[in-house]
């Protein structure tokens, strides 16, 4: 009778996985035992410091180097700097997430069962409190992206998956105001999201199929199996490329890469602003994540089959993104297409070869996260009597009647434009150095002409707000509460620092750019 072996666990280096897990379990007990006055301050404070103890731990860990819980999980450079990424990026959107003071009762539904368009739902729009499940459901996708960019193998990648795609999808719903639109995009996220859960499940069948008989080595999932059976398996090579192609599918999704790219201006509308802050900087951190870890570690020896493919859809990514972005007429919409164009602006980083290309995806990450989470926040400050007002028609002499924050909106959608002495153009020359250094000018030279044209909508809106008259649908801006205002300012000065003196995170990631294999 074989002995069954336990797998050994660094619970140091599972540290910041296990708090923001333990802390999400920890905020289900908060909804059933604490009276309902008291939840808000108590979630929320417990989420801060979930996130504030799992980013100690990162720091603590930062020298680690190893593989844990039976080779499953990998801590190393990537995964302590993603991680950290994540975290920071998610404690600005958890301020975002708990402000009560910008619309009264907060940004969610009080109670998530009434009817969308009903007397109740009227009712509950007016100002009572807001439902605080968002603060659990928060920490439980912050703690399975966590997972996901530290995996090592496909079936850990795949829950890690379901752990933070699940609660997205149910806080994508609860939107206080415009119910029916909020509830619409979660639908289309969960269903389109589901079947990329599927291409992805898939995948990992086929490329344990593939690993099966290669020498010296029994079939597995896990990316060091995965990378010699690239090179020794003797099954059919169909069932590599298959397998490669169904997971670049379930990936890009959540990277929201195109062709699958087609959730992405609904849902960004649709959801929570909050929310939607919280998916554009942390769900594409953990993305790509995922991407560069698959494509580097498991299938780096598969580097000449699939960078052209992958490389077409970076460059048809860009387009999509750029062009569609000029028709837009609703903000949120234009920073989706934005957050699309981005994607392929990372691809490209995932795509250039060497340390040089895999430091610059990761400062990318960080610096767009960093301004993105400002652009939504200023987003959630021009209202009107119906809630936040998101028609570009609306933001037409903002300038005039709001300077300081038309200002400050001005400055991040410069970033976004990849304009000098912001983080914009840093991220950008930090992707594309090492891609024309690595062979790959036609995905620069794409990226260079698509970031032309997606700076004609940023322009646009730059032009609306200051050259137009305000007229009578022209909203005010809200005096932001503490917590919004904390997030807007550091959202914006990083975005400043990282395009003035960017060295010191660009010199962290790229010390923190190898992989344990």
């Known amino acids: 009778m074989t002995e069954l072996k336990l797998p050994s666990l660094d619970y140091a280096a599972l540290a910041p996985i296990l708090i923001m897990l333990g802390v999400a379990l920890l905020g289900v007990l908060v909804e059933a035992f604490i009276p309902r006055r008291s939840r808000h301050l108590v979630q929320l404070t417990l989420a801060l410091l979930a996130v504030l103890a ?202 929201a890469a195109a062709p699958f790219h087609v959730w992405t201006p609904d849902v960004y509308q649709g959801a929570p602003t909050p929310v939607t802050a919280f998916m554009a900087a942390c769900t594409k951190v953990a993305a790509f994540g995922a991407l560069l870890r698959v494509f580097h570690v498991a299938f780096a020896s598969a580097a000449w089959d699939f960078t052209p493919v992958l490389g077409a859809v970076a460059v048809l990514t860009m387009l999509v993104g750029a062009v569609l972005a000029v028709t837009q007429t609703d903000i949120k919409r234009l920073l989706a297409y934005s957050s699309i164009a981005n994607a392929g602006y990372l691809l490209v980083g995932v795509l250039s070869p060497g340390k040089n290309g895999l430091s610059g995806t990761m400062f990318y990450l960080v610096a767009y996260g960093f301004s993105v989470l400002a652009a939504f926040a200023v987003v959630t400050l021009v209202r009107d009597s119906d809630g936040e007002a998101t028609h570009l028609s609306r933001w037409a002499g903002l300038g005039k009647r709001s300077p300081f924050y038309a ?60 050259l137009s008259e305000p007229g009578e649908s022209t909203p005010t801006v809200t005096v932001p509460g503490g917590l919004t205002s904390a997030a807007l300012m550091i959202g914006v000065v990083a975005t400043l620092v990282l395009g003035v003196a960017p060295a010191p995170l660009l010199d962290l990631a790229a010390g923190a750019a190898e992989f344990v294999r």
């Open 54 to 255: 799992a980013l100690t731990m990162v720091v603590l860990n930062v020298d680690d180097r190893m593989l844990t819980a039976g080779q499953a999980i990998a801590v190393d450079g990537p995964t302590l700097f993603l991680q950290g990424a994540i975290l920071v990026l998610a404690a600005m959107a958890l301020l975002l997430i708990g402000d009560r003071a910008v619309e009264r009762g907060g940004a969610f539904v009080a109670q998530a069962a009434v009817t969308a368009e009903s007397a109740d739902d009227r009712q509950q729009a007016e100002g009572r409190n807001g439902l605080t499940e968002v603060y659990p459901l928060t920490t439980f996708a912050i703690g399975g992206m966590l997972i996901f960019v530290a995996a090592n193998d496909l079936l850990t990648m795949f829950i890690a998956l379901e752990v933070f795609s699940l609660p997205l999808y149910l806080l994508c719903a609860l939107a206080r105001r415009r119910r029916l639109l909020s509830q619409e995009a979660a639908m289309k996220y969960f269903l389109l999201g589901a079947y990329a859960s599927a291409f992805f499940l898939f995948g990992v069948a086929l490329i344990y199929g593939f690993t099966a008989g290669t020498p010296d080595r029994g079939a597995g999932v896990d990316f060091a199996t995965i990378n010699a059976a690239v090179n020794d398996s003797p099954a059919s090579p169909l069932l590599l490329f298959a397998g490669m192609a169904l997971l670049a599918i379930g990936l890009l999704f959540k990277a």
């Open 407 to 466: 200002g400050l909106f001005t400055f991040i959608l410069l970033a976004f434009a990849g304009i000098p002495l912001t983080s914009g153009f840093t991220s950008k020359f930090a992707i594309f150095g090492p891609a024309l250094e690595g062979g790959q000018a036609w995905l620069v030279i794409a990226g260079v002409l698509t970031s032309m044209v997606l700076a004609f909508p940023y322009l646009r809106v730059v032009v609306m707000m200051w």
